[in-house]
């Protein structure tokens, strides 16, 4: 509610007049290094904070149902909160530091809430996994806060990328030539991307993002939504003022998108894990967003993350909602012939399923198509991989919607007659579940918010449609994006429309095939043990960590730190041990004998004055 009456307060001003920082203290007087601990509200922090709060509160009324019964409810229900104020700090924010604050908090959330069921290895190996992995982004997060100190003398936006002063843009914003080098802003640019692609699990740094699925579905629905990993995002949107100048890190960036999204897609089509599925789909929809980015099309972007926050949000609940009414079962072709047992996730899902397939008017359509144009503006090859992964997209999530909601009812030949059901906690995972009666629907908490993002997945696409006065969010955001840093994305309506026609022919050809060919649940030569394995990519992570790499570790800590290092050091200090206890006899505390010294001191001085005299 309070978010929605900043929007509302900063909507009644003019367009150039809706920045209010807000300084609470100062954080860091050192030297030349002023941060404050202050909140930046602009376009851009409260559009990240509305989907944030909007999504998140629905997620947590979700939560009541689907954890009821938990033994860990408190310690759950903390640990969200935790991460919504740290989320909320990190859109907020007015300087590169107080981010960060927010950015590890996240990642801290993040950890605890993949293994909040710690009792299982699985859970604890994917948490830290997680903590890992967003340890190497933050990395280079930190080496670009570092070169921003050096560049700017600040790490406050106003100073790092600019302002408005009085309607007219200052620092970067204004696209002055020469405000920073080439080099510079590429090299800034790029270390910023590492931090991005750790918490949005792009490129290489993906890996801890399917293995998250540990965690209750709540907290799946939470990261892949409006938390963690739209974070990546929202940095790479912030810092473009700075892209603008690093050219090759703006190509860097859709590269990257373009690479995530096609190859994530391909992972999907062969998981069997209901909320798998959906992890690998996030893995793909971020890297559109970073596409967009990339692409010049920052706006397009946000778009589709607001878009992918509702449809996201509604299939990872639809899909918790599934597992609760099936006693804990993941498995895709363990279910079957759901939509009779479970109506209203049965709808909510089919919805959240055309709004990603990018069917027509759902509004994953609007943003997706608009994310493509961009594309299409920078490089034809980048469009025909976006074009390629949004059919692929279609058919992966047709195939999880047959499987699980059409068919057979396969379910019931693993139906065991004992009643009741087990706790989230000890059967998530897949090991000790097993169907205690026939599935059942989930309690209107849990219904609430699946009918709520339902529509929202349905009809978000009007905030950005591609002409006025529906281009909300466009207009919106313009003073954030000005033509100055972000050019505009020429494409002709004729050619959108093509594109666009080419686009859909796309999905619907991979909706039907996936719909076709899943009328039973065993494919083999469809799911080839490649993509099962995720190009086993995970695996020779793995085997590097494990062989050449912790061989090394040990090479470095037991030969070159202990022995090596160390063993120099101590023999320094023994030779100094050494060297005292044959000093210290000739401390004897007798006056006679420091009297023989002196004297014999004394006759060899003279002997040897002697010498030289006589020479």
């Known amino acids: 509610m309070a978010t929605v009456i900043v929007y509302f307060t900063l909507l009644g001003r003019n367009q150039f007049h809706r920045s209010v920082d807000k300084n609470i203290f100062t954080w860091f007087p050192v030297a030349g290094l002023h941060v404050n601990f202050g909140l930046q509200l602009d376009q851009l922090s409260i559009l990240m904070a509305l989907f944030v709060t909007g999504v998140g509160g ?32 990190l859109v907020l924010a007015d300087n590169f530091l107080f981010l960060f604050l927010g950015w590890e908090g996240v990642g801290y959330c993040s950890y605890g809430l993949v293994g909040f069921w710690f009792e299982r290895n699985s859970a604890a190996v994917a948490a830290k996994k997680a903590f890992v992995s967003n340890r190497v982004g933050d ?27 009085n309607g007219v843009a200052t620092g970067l914003l204004a696209g002055h030539v020469g405000a920073i080098s080439g080099g510079t802003a590429t090299a800034i640019s790029l270390l910023l991307l590492l931090g991005a692609a750790g918490k949005s699990a792009q490129g290489p740094l993906y890996m801890w993002l399917p293995d998250a699925m ?6 799946s629905a939470l990261i892949h939504a409006a938390t963690m990993v739209t974070a990546g995002v929202y940095l790479m949107c912030r810092a473009a003022p700075l ?22 897609a391909t992972i999907a089509c062969a998981q069997d894990d209901i909320k798998r599925v959906l992890a690998y789909s996030t893995l793909s929809q971020l890297g559109y967003m970073f596409l967009a980015v990339g692409a010049g099309g920052e706006t397009d972007g946000l778009f589709h993350t607001v878009t992918h926050a509702f449809f996201k949000a ?22 079957g012939a759901l939509r009779k047992y479970l109506p209203v996730t049965s709808v909510a899902f089919l919805i959240g399923w055309l709004a990603i397939s990018g069917i027509p008017p759902f509004a994953g359509f609007w943003s997706k198509d608009d994310i493509l144009d961009a594309a299409w503006h920078m490089n034809k090859g980048l469009w025909a991989v976006g074009a390629v992964t949004a059919g692929l997209t279609a058919y992966y999530m047709s195939r999880q919607v047959r499987l699980v909601f059409f068919g057979q ?17 000890s059967a998530s995972g897949g090991e000790d579940s097993g ?22 997945a349905a009809v978000g696409g009007i905030i950005n449609l591609p002409f006025k006065p529906f281009n909300t969010l466009d207009r919106w955001l313009g003073p954030i994006f000005p033509a100055s840093i972000v050019p505009p994305i020429h494409v002709s309506t004729g050619t959108k429309v093509v594109l666009a026609v080419i686009v859909t022919g796309l999905c619907v050809l991979g909706l039907v095939a996936g719909l076709l060919a899943w009328g039973t649940a065993e494919h083999p030569a469809l799911e080839p043990a490649v993509l099962r394995h995720g190009w086993y990519l995970d695996e020779a992570l793995a085997a590097t960590v494990s062989g050449p790499i912790e061989g090394g ?27 005292g206890q044959v000093l210290r006899r000739l401390q004897t505390g007798y006056v006679r004998n420091y009297a023989l010294g002196i004297g014999v001191g004394t006759i060899i001085v003279l002997f040897y004055v002697a010498l030289r005299m006589g020479s």
Do not use: C
Request: hydrophobic fraction near 50%; glycine fraction near 12%.
């Open 409 to 425: 009812a396969r379910w019931k030949e693993n139906a065991v007659s004992a009643g009741g059901h087990g706790s989230h906690g």
């Open 314 to 335: 509604l299939l990872f609940l639809a899909a918790g909602s599934v597992i609760h009414g099936m006693h804990d079962e993941q498995n895709m072709k363990k279910m």
């Open 214 to 219: 540990e965690g209750p579905t709540p907290v």
């Open 58 to 89: 629905l997620i947590h009324l979700y939560s009541i149902g689907y954890m009821k019964g938990d033994s860990g409810f408190p310690r759950f229900f903390v640990y969200l909160n935790l991460f919504l104020l740290s989320m909320l700090v």
């Open 553 to 579: 570790a040990e090479v470095l800590a037991y030969d070159v730190d202990a022995k090596g290092i160390d063993g120099l050091v101590n023999g320094v200090a023994s030779a100094a041990t050494r060297g």
């Open 435 to 456: 169907m205690h009666g026939d599935p059942h629907e989930s309690p209107w908490v849990m219904r609430f918010p699946l009918v709520v993002l339902a529509f929202l």
């Open 243 to 264: 892209l603008h100048y690093g050219h090759a890190a703006q190509w860097t960036v859709a590269i990257v998108g373009a690479f995530t999204a096609l190859f994530a």
């Open 139 to 165: 990395f280079g997060f930190l080496l670009a806060i570092f070169l921003m100190f050096n560049h700017f003398g600040s790490l406050n936006f106003a100073v790092v990328l600019g302002h408005y002063q």
